[in-house]
């Protein structure tokens, strides 16, 4: 049920996004130490992902993951690291330190990057979504080929659509 809400809150957002980037727009959660991804509106110039709906990655590959961590506490990230931070792709952070110091980007500036850690080519820019009483929810990304996508411009769209969806599922005074 939690994830129909959040799914249904966000399916407008997300088709927004995606016709506004032209880019994948993905949803996910956070379940053990995977982004469990239950919703992806694929774009129309955008590479095939490596996940489906329903589908799961390692956290600290993706960039959904790191923008759920870094809003999670300390407990859930201890959590992650205990787990492994397995190689995925080239890029993989797979330092706990590294990723550390991530995390702490990601809370400073509400936005975190995927710079072809997951797959080669493919970049992705996510943002945290959150709920009732300021709790982390899940994330939201913007993800295409990196000579397309610049993650920087697609930023600020990915922040506001889930600022949007936070508010929708009734967080109050979300940074």
Known sequence: PQQRSLR???????ADLREATRHSVNLG???????VYVDILAGPDSPRLPTRVGGRWPAHATAIGKAILAFSGAAIVQAVLDAGLARVGERTITSPELLRQELDRVRESGLAYDSEESRPGLVCVASPVHGPGGLVA?????????????????????RTAALTISRALGARAVR
């Open 8 to 14: 249904d809150a966000a399916r407008p957002v997300m």
């Open 29 to 35: 959660i956070l379940e053990g130490s995977d982004v």
């Open 138 to 158: 899940g994330a939201l990304s913007v993800s295409g080929w990196s000579a397309r996508l610049k993650p920087d411009r697609a930023g600020p769209a990915v």
